[in-house]
């Protein structure tokens, strides 16, 4: 089993709350994202047998959203905001600088698996633009080089 | 968490007290005095005719009437009835709903528990952004904190009320902010608006009827029990009562979040609240109601920040997301951030909607990069409106719109492009 004991017993305790068990199915990919990174053909599996449905429906969920990923990912996830509040106060600046301060281009990763760098639609931030998401943490108000230390200080 | 707002209302009154966020906090500020009177002493009819007669509208983007919309729930069923908060706050230039949730959860909460009561329903679900992870912490605490002091649970405030509350994260994706998305979503499946009829207060979540009301219309409740109707309609306009919270983004000197009555003018939020543009640069253009609403030109900012006196002006108040650009500001390229955004977040279940969007985006970006021609022009135009009142929901009609009000306004910028052949904007923010 991929899916461990604990995050099972989150789930059931998830399925719980609502009148069919599928409600429960975003809180558990969140789970296994919080645990693995990213959706394996074994964790669809997995979860396909707890909710009863089959591991395509699994994984139509986890290609509908932006958040969920079918592919080992690297440590961390960085986000910056181009929508049109943020690219009027320098955003697609800032992600440029940052793409060539990790040497990847947007939407790849560095080659040591550390940080993939790429941009995301408005993150409801725009009065404090340009800023960032760092996997569940948002920066905000930023300059390039405090940008940079940030992605410095990533593990 | 967010500051809280230089100009604030009774909404916002005491968010500048971090306390304010926390049981104790909220209850010292005379929290949950209206939920107890409407549990105790009203009948849930009274507290729709109540929230009627005050005429709040919903503060998601329709703006349709939120005591209406309660009235349709079903009052002779053997099914279980169900609210959802739509916290799933995505619409570009909107960031109210993270600031009520960060700083102000048990207000919303107590709103849910009214609109519960007077719908009968016995769960909340409450949808949040996946990326809103801070705002949905604050919520689950505040929930935690409802079920301990018995403000949630078997027994609500020794009423005799029942009621439970979900939260539930999203996962990133736009769509799922329409309100049947949003039901698909929560119930495990891809965002996928549904076809209406039946709408959700027939068949919703999980089949079950269902009242689905934005976060910021919920916490304009308790104000509305607590004080009544009267007083909620001293605030506002005739048709549209009431406060918001204007979230003002973009070329201006102080970009945040005021809360003002409606009908307050655009040109007094933008330059008197906001500071107006800096740098000693003019004006070009504010959208005005988050980036499905159709722009309005330096020259029409004289206009009240309502539904009645917008539309006039061929635009709406949406979610009150101001967004302000200056002359430098290329608006081709203001329709190409836009339409990329489009076509990306479109679910793709109808074909005008899902080919429209990338038709746009193309030929927008051809115009950009010089290689438009003179047809385009009318191509863009003959798309959008067939795009229009088209498909499952109203994604695409918000899809066409700005464009729309892009060419109503702004036909020279684009027309420069194709004439010059490249983009004549060099100060222009960077694409």
């Known amino acids: 089993m991929v899916i461990s004991a604990a995050s099972r017993e989150k789930i059931a305790l998830e399925i719980t709350k609502y009148p069919k068990p599928r409600g429960a199915l975003l809180p558990a990919l969140h789970l296994v994202h ?54 009027l106060r320098g955003a697609r600046d800032l992600l440029h600088r940052l793409e060539a301060h990790l040497g990847v281009r947007a939407g790849e990763a ?9 941009f995301e639609e408005c993150l409801g931030a725009c009065a404090y633009a340009p800023m960032m998401r760092v996997d569940h943490e948002y920066h905000e108000d ?9 992605l410095d200080a990533l593990d | 968490m967010l500051k809280a707002p230089q100009v604030r209302g009774y909404l916002t009154e005491h968010f500048a007290d971090d306390a304010f966020g926390t ?21 849930p009819e009274a507290v729709i005719e109540l929230v009627k007669a005050s005429g709040l509208q919903g503060r998601g983007g329709a703006g349709f009437g939120t005591g209406l919309k309660w009235s349709f729930m079903p009052k002779t069923t053997d099914k279980p009835k169900f609210l959802v908060c739509n916290a799933d706050e995505s619409e570009p230039g909107s960031f109210k709903d993270r600031l009520l949730m960060e700083r102000g959860p048990h207000l919303m909460l107590e709103g849910i528990l009214i609109a519960a009561y007077a719908t009968g329903a016995s ?26 002091k018995g403000y949630l649970g078997k027994n609500v405030m020794k009423s005799g009320f029942a009621h439970d509350v979900v939260v539930q994260r999203g996962a990133g994706a736009y769509i799922c902010g329409e309100e049947t998305g949003l039901l698909e979503s929560l119930e495990g499946k891809k965002g996928q608006p549904r076809k209406k009829p039946p709408f959700p207060a027939q068949f919703g979540a999980f089949g079950m009827p269902t009242t689905v009301n934005n976060v910021e219309t919920f916490s304009h409740v308790p104000h509305i029990v607590g004080k009544g109707a009267e007083w909620f309609r001293t605030f506002g306009t005739e048709k549209s009562p009431g406060t918001t919270i204007f979230g003002v983004s973009g070329h201006v000197a102080r970009p945040g979040l005021y809360e003002l009555p409606l009908g307050t003018r655009l040109d007094e939020i933008v330059f008197e609240h906001a500071g107006g543009v800096p740098g000693g640069r003019k004006l070009k253009g504010v959208i005005p109601g988050g980036m499905s609403m159709p722009i309005l030109p330096a020259g029409q900012l004289d206009v009240p920040m309502a539904n009645e006196f917008l539309k006039e002006r061929k635009t709406m108040l949406g979610t009150g997301g101001i967004m302000v650009m200056d002359e430098t500001t290329c608006m081709v390229r203001v329709a190409c951030v836009i339409s990329y955004f489009l076509r990306d977040e479109s679910c793709g279940q109808c074909t005008q909607c899902r080919e429209g969007t990338g038709w746009m985006h193309k030929i927008l970006e051809r115009i950009e990069r010089g290689a438009g021609e003179e047809a385009d ?17 109203a994604f695409s009609d918000a899809a066409a719109w700005p464009v729309q009000g892009l060419l109503r306004h702004f036909r020279g910028d684009f027309e420069a492009h194709v004439r010059e052949h490249k983009c004549p904007f060099a100060e222009s923010f960077e694409l």
């Open chain 1, 34 to 87: 919080a645990e693995h990174g990213f959706v394996s053909p074994e964790s669809a599996q997995e979860l396909a047998q707890i909710f009863e449905i089959r591991p395509f429906e699994v994984m139509e969920v986890v290609s509908f959203y932006n958040m969920f990923h079918d592919t080992k990912q690297p440590r961390h996830q960085v986000r910056v905001c181009t929508n049109l509040p943020c690219s």
């Open chain 1, 110 to 118: 560095t080659a040591d698996g550390r940080i993939r760098l790429g």
């Open chain 1, 142 to 150: 930023l300059d390039v080089e405090r940008a940079k230390r940030i």
């Open chain 2, 23 to 43: 049981l104790e906090g909220y209850v010292k500020r005379g929290g949950y005095q209206a939920a107890r009177k409407a549990l105790g002493e009203m009948t």
């Open chain 2, 123 to 148: 769960k909340t679900f409450i949808y949040i952004r996946g990326e809103y992870a801070f705002p949905a912490d604050q919520v689950e605490r505040a929930v935690a904190e409802a079920y301990a």
């Open chain 2, 377 to 393: 022009l009318g191509i863009l135009l003959d798309i959008a409106a067939k795009m229009e009142g088209q498909t499952i929901c």
